[in-house]
Nanobody, 124 residues
Framework: QVQLVESGGGLVQAGGSLRLSCAASGRSFSRYVMGWFRQAPGKGREFVARLSWSGSTTAYADSVKGRFTISRDNAKNTVYLQMNSLKPEDTAVYYC?????????????????WGQGTQVTVSS
């Protein structure tokens, strides 16, 4: 069982930055692929970024590439999402997720464990 708790969301002006954190329980955190997804009002959940268990391989949605950075600290059982140059269209609830089978995919169905989400609102 893996429990994930996100934090760091909030209200920011366009062009600003936020850093989201996701604290994970469980001794095997360092062996999981981790991902960030988001869901805007009235829209489906979409992939944002993912990170291999070692942290050496990352992938991003085209809409955030060059602005967002995913990273992890396995000693702290935490994964981060640094978000820079935020835009109003980045407004959404952001979720972290754990893929214990190491599919390393962008499909939400490949992630078994999810946090409760944290709201990010970007004003224009």
């Amino acid at each position: 069982q893996v429990q994930l708790v996100e934090s760091g969301g909030g209200l920011v002006q366009a062009g600003g930055s936020l850093r989201l954190s996701c604290a994970a329980s469980g001794r095997s955190f360092s062996r999981y692929v981790m991902g960030w997804f988001r869901q805007a009002p009235g829209k489906g959940r979409e992939f944002v970024a993912r990170l291999s268990w070692s942290g050496s391989t990352t992938a991003y949605a085209d809409s955030v590439k060059g602005r967002f950075t995913i990273s992890r600290d396995n000693a702290k059982n935490t994964v981060y999402l640094q978000m820079n140059s935020l835009k109003p269209e980045d407004t959404a609830v952001y979720y972290c997720a754990a893929d214990t089978n190491n599919f390393y995919s962008s499909r939400s169905g490949d992630y078994e464990y999810w946090g409760q989400g944290t709201q990010v609102t970007v004003s224009s």
